[in-house]
């Protein structure tokens, strides 16, 4: 399995618990050794399942990787 794989795969295990990671990039992917891949990094994660219909949204993220 390549490492984007292993990514998405990540990704969509979270997703299936309500998390929203909102800051995934390539400094919070950890590679290791045997192949494995860890996503760090959960400051800015947000619960959507329980998301609040008057709380007015938020951009956040790195400046450095967001699009103009």
Do not use: Q, W
Request: proline share 6%; glycine share 8%; aromatic share 8%.
């Amino acid at each position: 399995m390549d490492v984007l794989t292993k990514i998405a795969s990540g990704v969509n295990y979270i997703h299936s618990f309500g998390i929203l990671h909102r800051d995934l990039k390539t400094s919070n992917i950890l590679l290791k050794k045997d192949g494995s891949v860890k996503i760090t990094d959960f400051g800015f994660c947000e619960f959507v399942k329980e998301r609040n219909p008057n709380r007015r949204p938020i951009n956040v993220g790195s400046p450095l990787y967001m699009s103009p």
